[in-house]
């Protein structure tokens, strides 16, 4: 089924399309991460730290500087909207709190603190994100005096000047972790038999109560967060064949795919990042 965008051009209309996406990819990396997290709070403390310590660079390379990019491009122009203007300074708050929950995390001193407070960031995060989704972006969209597109163009050519500043700084942070090649994992991921890595967590994610225009960006964000050696749990409603063909085209070969349950109502499958 076709969902309907509205906007006041094509252009805005394909950039509503395309932030959703973004945001769902977002969220998608950060439930994984907490999930691999909390799993292996109680089975591997050493995992566990690993798994911290990569949480905390994903916020510090992309949660942070998406906000501060959001903040310092979209919300002007939506703080001149009457109906939206409470809103948007209280998403300049959540911003406040995003980032004061993220120190709290990169302080926590034992794996199961860092757990709760990933946690927190998490709902934080989804619950902004919502709001964004399903508010902001739209009338910003819908508004003809207003260029969505021209905007987020913005919002990435900052996005893209911060990375390449952190670039010059500090190499490593730099990195694009996106491509899923290397991990915060330490050793060789455990795919040549020296032992360099440790058993780790295979995180869920369960799709079946998100929106259905958002799942393939989600899982899509979830697999960028699995290390090479490791593995996810996809669940979902359906036997996910189109997802399935995406990921293959997007990555080809990475992923293996064994199927854990299929149907009738519930479809788990095991995507394991070779």
């Known amino acids: ?22 945001r769902a990819r977002l969220a998608g990396e950060l439930a ?27 916020c510090d390379r992309a949660l942070l500087p998406h906000a501060a990019a959001v903040e310092a491009t979209l919300y002007p122009a939506a703080h001149g909207m009457p109906e939206v203007r409470l809103l948007i300074e209280s998403l300049i708050g959540e911003h406040r709190c995003l980032a004061a ?8 001193p034992r794996p199961a603190d860092a757990a709760a407070d990933a946690r927190a960031v998490q709902v934080l995060f989804e619950e ?50 996106r491509d899923g090649q290397t991990m915060e994992t330490g050793g060789c991921g455990g795919v040549c038999g020296c032992g360099g890595a440790e058993e780790t967590a295979e995180p ?6 998100v929106p259905h225009a958002l799942r393939h960006a989600t899982v899509f964000g979830a697999l960028d967060a699995v290390p090479a050696g490791s593995a996810m749990v996809l669940i979902a409603p359906h036997d996910p064949l189109p997802l399935l063909a995406q990921i ?8 293996a795919v064994e199927y854990l349950e299929r149907g009738p109502e ?4 095991r995507l394991s990042h070779r």
Do not use: C, Y
Not at 147 to 169: C, G, K, P, V, Y
């Open 128 to 177: 902004h994100v919502a709001k964004e989704n399903g508010l902001v972006l739209p009338l910003l969209a819908m508004s003809p005096d207003v260029s969505l597109a021209a905007l987020l163009a913005d919002m990435h050519r900052r996005l893209a000047q911060d990375t390449e500043d952190s670039s010059d700084h500090n190499s490593e942070e730099g990195q694009d972790m």
């Open 32 to 58: 994984a991460r907490v999930a691999m997290l909390l799993e292996a709070v109680n089975r591997d403390p050493s995992a566990a730290d690993r798994i911290h310590a990569g949480l905390v660079s994903f």
């Open 204 to 209: 869920e994610l369960d799709v079946r109560e």
């Open 248 to 255: 293959e085209q997007r990555s080809p070969g990475r992923f």
């Open 266 to 269: 519930t479809w788990r499958l």
């Open 1 to 22: 089924m076709s969902v309907l965008t509205l906007a006041s051009t094509p252009e805005d209309a394909e950039a509503l399309r395309g932030a959703e996406a973004h």
């Open 101 to 108: 929950l993220v120190d709290t995390l990169r302080a926590a």
